[in-house]
C-alpha cells in the first residue's frame, strides 16, 4: 500500500471548484464505474479466457492506396484521412492536424506482446505533410504512442503543437517533447492558420485514463471541438476521443448548435457488462451523432487492434442496423476507408 500511495501522481492543476477535479486526478461529471476496477478486468479476462470468442476479420476493413501528392499539395481544402483506429489527419485552414495518432505495431507498453496491428497502417510518417498540431484526447496506449510521437516531434522543419489533456504534458515532457498546450475541460485557444484562424475546444467525454497501475485517472481524457474560420463558410469538427453514453453530449449540442463532421467511437464495446462504462456502441454512437447535432459522422476506433471481445470488423455489420434503428439516413453516419482521403470541402475558387 505504501509503494502504491508513494506512486500516485497529485494533480498540480486541483481546482476545488470544478466538480471533476480530485486532488489526486479527475472523475467523469455523471455518477458511473469508473471504467469498472480490478476485479472486474480480472472476471472479464478469466470469462475471456474460456470464451469462443468471434475471430477477426481484416479482410472486411477497406483500404484504398493514399492520395500523398494530394495531401502534400493541398493548401485550401478541407480534407479526412483515416489512418486507423482512431488516428485521422485532417486538413483544416490550412493546417494538417492528427487527432490520437498510432502508427506502431502494437497498442501496449511492450514491442513484444501486447495487442498488435491486424490492418497495416496505410502511410508511415514519412510519408505525411508536415504536421502542425496533434490532439491526444487521453493517454491509453491505443491512443498515445511512444514511438510514433516521438517521431512526429523529431519530424523535419519541428515539432507540431501538441494539445493535451491536463496533466499528458508531462508524460511528453520525459520523452523529450515539450511544445505542448495543456486544457481542462471547456478551455479554449485559437491556432493563427495559413488559411484563417482555427479555434480549439476541449470538451468532456465519460471515460478513465491510465499507462500503469498507479497513475489511474491522474491525468484527463476528453473530446476537441475546432471551429475554423476564414474566407468561405465556418466549419465545425467535433471529435469525441473514447466515451461511454453519458449526458455529456447533449450539453456539447447544446452550447455548439451542431457540427459540420463529427468523429465518433464504434468499436471496442463488448462486453457489455464491463466496458459500457467506457466504451459505446454502434447504437450509441448514433445516439451521441443525434445528440450533438451532427450532419455528417466517421465512426472510428475500430479497425486496427483487437482490445475487446468484439472483433475489429464488428462495425460493418452493426453500425447499418443502428442507423436503422434509430432512424439516421445512412450517408450521415458512415465508416471510413483506410488510406482514403476524403475531401469534406472545396476551397473557394
Known amino acids: 500500500m505504501a509503494l502504491l500511495l508513494g506512486c500516485s501522481t497529485p494533480n498540480d492543476a486541483f481546482d476545488p471548484s470544478k466538480p471533476h477535479h480530485r486532488p489526486g486526478g479527475f472523475v467523469n461529471l455523471h455518477p ?14 478469466w470469462e475471456r479466457w474460456r470464451a469462443d470468442l468471434p475471430p477477426d476479420r481484416p479482410d472486411r476493413v477497406r483500404s484504398a492506396q493514399p492520395d500523398t501528392a494530394y495531401l502534400k499539395a493541398n493548401r485550401g481544402d478541407i480534407s479526412f484521412t483515416w489512418l486507423g483506429h482512431s488516428s485521422a489527419l485532417w486538413q483544416l485552414g490550412g493546417l494538417n492536424i492528427l487527432t490520437d495518432p498510432h502508427l506502431g ?7 513484444f506482446a501486447g495487442p498488435r496491428r491486424l490492418t497495416p497502417a496505410p502511410l508511415p510518417l514519412a510519408q505525411l505533410p508536415r504536421i502542425d498540431v496533434v490532439l491526444i484526447s487521453h493517454n ?10 516521438r517521431a512526429l516531434a523529431a519530424q523535419p522543419g519541428g515539432s507540431p503543437l501538441f494539445v493535451v489533456p491536463l496533466g499528458v504534458e508531462k508524460w511528453l515532457a520525459d520523452e523529450g517533447i515539450t511544445r505542448t498546450r495543456r486544457l481542462d475541460w ?6 493563427e492558420a495559413p488559411a484563417g484562424r482555427v479555434t480549439v475546444h476541449f470538451v468532456p467525454a465519460h471515460h478513465w485514463s491510465s499507462r500503469s497501475p498507479w497513475d489511474r485517472s491522474a491525468t484527463l481524457w476528453g473530446g476537441f471541438v475546432l471551429q475554423a474560420a476564414g474566407a468561405g463558410e465556418p466549419f465545425s469538427l467535433y471529435y469525441v476521443g473514447d466515451t461511454g453514453y453519458a449526458p455529456d453530449f447533449a450539453e456539447i449540442g447544446r452550447r455548439f448548435g451542431g457540427f459540420d463532421v463529427s468523429m465518433i467511437p464504434v468499436g471496442c464495446y463488448l462486453p457489455r457488462w464491463f466496458m459500457q462504462t467506457q466504451h459505446v456502441n454502434e447504437e450509441e454512437a448514433v445516439k451521441i451523432h443525434r445528440d450533438v447535432k451532427s450532419r455528417h459522422s466517421i465512426g472510428v476506433h475500430w479497425g486496427a487492434f483487437r482490445l475487446c471481445d468484439d472483433p475489429i470488423d464488428a462495425p460493418v455489420d452493426g453500425l447499418p442496423v443502428a442507423r436503422e434503428n ?13 488510406g482514403q482521403t476524403r475531401v469534406i470541402r472545396r476551397a473557394a475558387p
Open 32 to 45: 458511473a464505474a469508473q471504467g469498472e476496477e480490478a476485479p472486474g478486468f480480472w472476471r472479464w479476462q
Open 105 to 111: 505495431e502494437r497498442a501496449s507498453p511492450v514491442s
Open 140 to 149: 491509453h496506449y491505443d491512443h498515445l504512442d511512444a514511438e510514433t510521437v
Open 186 to 191: 471547456w478551455d479554449r485557444f485559437e491556432l
Open 326 to 338: 434509430l432512424g439516421v439516413p445512412a450517408e450521415a453516419f458512415v465508416l471510413p476507408v483506410l
